[in-house]
């Protein structure tokens, strides 16, 4: 059975940094590339970053560029998301990815909140 669970979430002052991380299980994880995705109260869940699975190369929102870093430890089937100079703009709940075989999973999420 596929799982995905997020952890790492919290309250955390503007400008300050905070990692989040989710465990995959239930599947080969080394095969698949991870996404980090986040959604706000009243708006569409948007992609925040991803990670391949073989060369590791990451791509970012416009939004995250620069603040954000996404990375894999593929032995210990986890993403991590490494977030800095947080802003209250990056206030949402924050889910971990993948798609197999056209079918989307999705972790239950951790919030994380910036206060200004």
């Known amino acids: 059975q596929v799982q995905l669970v997020e952890s790492g979430g919290g309250l955390v002052h503007t400008g300050g940094s905070l990692r989040v991380s989710c465990i995959a299980s239930?599947?080969?994880?080394?095969?698949?590339?991870m996404r980090w995705y986040r959604q706000a109260p009243g708006k569409e869940r948007e992609l925040v970053a991803s990670?391949?699975?073989?060369?590791?190369?990451?791509t970012y929102g416009d939004s995250v560029k620069g603040r954000f870093t996404i990375s894999r430890d593929n032995a210990r089937n986890t993403v991590y998301l490494q977030m800095s100079s947080l802003k209250p703009e990056d206030t949402a709940v924050y889910y971990c990815?993948?798609?197999?075989?056209?079918?989307?999973?999705w972790g239950q999420g951790t919030q994380v909140t910036v206060s200004s």
């Open positions: 990815h993948f798609r197999r075989d056209l079918v989307d999973y």
């Open positions: 239930g599947f080969r994880f080394r095969d698949y590339t």
């Open positions: 990670i391949t699975n073989i060369s590791g190369t990451t």
